[in-house]
């Protein structure tokens, strides 16, 4: 009893901190949305400080696995598995230059909706159907030939811990259109930050980067590797802490 009143109440701090923190970060940095892309690189980095402060008050540690699978040259997508929050945080202390796919109710989300679009992610609306993939295209290749990596979770929204939904096809359409590498990124940060609750548990999570899915695999057979790579990786993963089920 007195565990779980210690986690309420430091899940209602690190609300207040979350909130704090990135609203007083974005203010300082709204003079820079006005200044071109490639002047704005700071506000990231310093959304990534403010992870590393939220991920102390909660007691959480990311161990990174696999970094010498990135390419040493040239562009890539890293295609992540997507169980928490805590994605939008981690991937800039792994990874420089690096670009965000999200679709646009993201956006309208008070305070971190107004990030999101001053770092000029690209925002889909996933209504739009093919004009959306193609726009996605678009800027994506814009952003790749500035020197950018992209980042995009294939299933579209957080999934639960040991839940698998099916990859969208759009990663496979950008994998064939830009030529390039994608990194299959396994994780296991929904035991930590579940999906949808406001309480958050101490442990070591895993981000794993897998080797790269080379260019010139046929559409459908990418997707259905990329899906199980990504997903069996995940099962792998060592449980972060014994909180979870309680």
Same mark, same amino acid.
């Given at each position: 009893?007195?565990?779980?009143?210690?986690?309420?109440?430091?899940?209602?701090?690190?609300?207040?901190?979350?909130?704090?923190?990135?609203?007083?970060?974005?203010?300082?940095?709204?003079?820079?949305?006005?200044?071109? +892309?490639? %002047? &704005? @690189?700071?506000?990231? #980095?310093?959304?990534?400080?403010?992870?590393?402060?939220?991920?102390?008050? $909660?007691? *959480?540690?990311?161990?990174?696995?696999?970094?010498?699978?990135?390419?040493?040259?040239?562009?890539?997508?890293?295609?992540?598995?997507?169980?928490?929050?805590?994605?939008?945080?981690?991937?800039?202390?792994?990874?420089?230059?690096?670009?965000? +796919?999200? %679709? &646009? @109710?993201?956006?309208? #989300?008070?305070?971190?909706?107004?990030?999101?679009?001053?770092?000029?992610? $690209?925002? *889909?609306?996933?209504?739009?159907?093919?004009?959306?993939?193609?726009?996605?295209?678009?800027?994506?290749?814009?952003?790749?030939?500035?020197?950018?990596?992209?980042?995009?979770?294939?299933?579209?929204?957080?999934?639960?811990?040991?839940?698998?939904?099916?990859?969208?096809?759009?990663?496979?359409?950008?994998?064939?259109?830009?030529?390039?590498?994608?990194?299959?990124?396994?994780?296991?940060?929904?035991?930590?930050?579940?999906?949808?609750?406001?309480?958050?548990?101490?442990?070591?999570?895993?981000?794993?980067?897998?080797?790269?899915?080379?260019?010139?695999?046929?559409?459908?057979?990418?997707?259905?590797?990329?899906?199980?790579?990504?997903?069996?990786?995940?099962?792998?993963?060592?449980?972060?802490?014994?909180?979870?089920?309680?």
């Amino acid at each position: 009893m007195m565990l779980k009143l210690f986690f309420w109440l430091r899940a209602f701090i690190f609300t207040i901190v979350l909130y704090a923190l990135v609203l007083s970060w974005t203010i300082l940095c709204l003079p820079a949305f006005l200044l071109p +892309v490639k %002047k &704005r @690189e700071f506000v990231p #980095i310093g959304m990534a400080v403010i992870g590393q402060v939220l991920m102390r008050l $909660i007691g *959480i540690k990311i161990k990174v696995e696999g970094l010498e699978n990135l390419p040493k040259e040239g562009g890539y997508i890293l295609a992540s598995k997507h169980q928490s929050a805590l994605e939008s945080f981690i991937f800039h202390k792994s990874v420089n230059k690096i670009i965000y +796919v999200l %679709k &646009r @109710e993201l956006t309208w #989300i008070p305070v971190v909706g107004w990030w999101f679009r001053g770092t000029n992610c $690209i925002v *889909i609306n996933r209504a739009g159907a093919g004009k959306a993939m193609k726009q996605m295209f678009e800027e994506t290749k814009k952003r790749m030939e500035q020197g950018y990596h992209l980042v995009i979770f294939p299933e579209g929204t957080r999934t639960p811990v040991g839940k698998r939904i099916p990859f969208s096809p759009g990663i496979a359409l950008l994998y064939e259109k830009l030529d390039t590498p994608v990194i299959p990124v396994a994780l296991n940060t929904g035991y930590c930050w579940p999906k949808n609750k406001l309480i958050k548990y101490p442990g070591t999570v895993t981000v794993r980067f897998l080797p790269a899915i080379e260019k010139g695999m046929e559409r459908r057979a990418f997707l259905k590797a990329l899906e199980e790579t990504v997903n069996d990786a995940v099962d792998t993963l060592p449980k972060p802490n014994t909180y979870f089920d309680k």
